[in-house]
Nanobody
Framework: QVQLVESGGGSVQAGGSLRLSCVGSGFTYRRHCMGWFRQAPGKEREGVGFSDMFRRTSYSDSVKGRFTISQDDSKGTLYLQMDDLKLEDTAMYYC?????????????????WGRGTQVTVSS
């Protein structure tokens, strides 16, 4: 059974930093993508940063240059380093993992999801 458990959320002032962690278990597929998504109250869930099956990373324009994804395979952990946090980064952050079938696209509509960790940025 696949499980993803996020941690590291909290409250921080604008301009501060947080590092989120996502520990995965029951997921041994080599061809997989992982990513971070977030959802603010009243808004749709949006992608924040992604790591594809070749470990290439990409980010949404809203966080590019401020957020960094990394992975530690020995610990089965995905990280999201968030620097220079802004008020609009306030949201519930979710970790996701998905198996890549044919091709190289990450089919996020088939992803496994964690329960999320709350990030609150204040002025």
């Amino acid at each position: 059974q696949v499980q993803l458990v996020e941690s590291g959320g909290g409250s921080v002032q604008a301009g501060g930093s947080l590092r989120l962690s996502c520990v995965g278990s029951g997921f041994t597929y080599r061809r997989h993508c992982m990513g971070w998504f977030r959802q603010a109250p009243g808004k749709e869930r949006e992608g924040v940063g992604f790591s594809d099956m070749f470990r290439r990373t990409s980010y949404s324009d809203s966080v590019k240059g401020r957020f960094t994804i990394s992975q530690d395979d020995s610990k089965g952990t995905l990280y999201l380093q968030m620097d220079d946090l802004k008020l609009e980064d306030t949201a519930m952050y979710y970790c996701a993992a998905v198996i890549v079938g044919v091709g190289t696209r990450c089919p996020w509509d088939l992803a496994f999801w964690g329960r999320g960790t709350q990030v609150t940025v204040s002025s």
